[in-house]
């Protein structure tokens, strides 16, 4: 294998999700999840998520050829099946979400608590995707923020 030059990536920007009911999935993602609609057009909805990061959800079928923009092409890309994320929650916000999603009929499919001390509710959204809100403790890069004095 070739030494490869020096370069970093900073963070995830963004992910997709591939969903059958666009009106489904957007009221679960911005009003169930609390997520921002940046961008809603028939073959595509961008939630912006926490600030930092974009959840793109595309109608499925409708990406998969390349798609020409003034700035130039984007690759055709595409998904199927049952696909996994997992969003950041503090630990102190477990009761308000497992509380949210009750209030929602949304259930919980499970719950883990890991190791290193974090903690996992898994859920599913209208086209079956497994989601994680996940605290800090999860991974050695997701550790719970330092405490700093004013």
Request: glycine share 12%; proline share 10%; aromatic share 8%.
């Amino acid at each position: 294998m070739p030494t490869l030059p020096p370069a970093r990536l900073d963070r995830v920007l963004e992910t997709a999700l591939y969903v059958a009911d666009m009106p489904a999935s957007r009221y679960f993602y911005v009003e169930v999840l609390g997520g921002e609609v940046m961008l809603d057009t028939h073959r595509l909805v961008a939630v912006a998520i926490g600030g930092t990061s974009v959840l793109l959800l595309f109608q499925r079928g409708s990406t998969e050829a390349p798609l020409p923009t003034p700035g130039g092409v984007v690759p055709g890309h595409g998904g199927y099946g049952m696909l996994h994320i997992a969003f950041a929650i503090a630990a102190g916000e477990v009761p308000a979400w497992e509380a949210r999603l009750g209030a929602a009929g949304v259930a919980i499919e499970s719950v883990v608590e890991w190791p290193a001390g974090g903690r996992s509710i898994y859920l599913r959204d209208p086209d079956g995707h497994s989601l994680e809100l996940a605290t800090p403790g999860l991974w050695p890069s997701y550790q719970p923020a330092p405490h700093v004095n004013g």
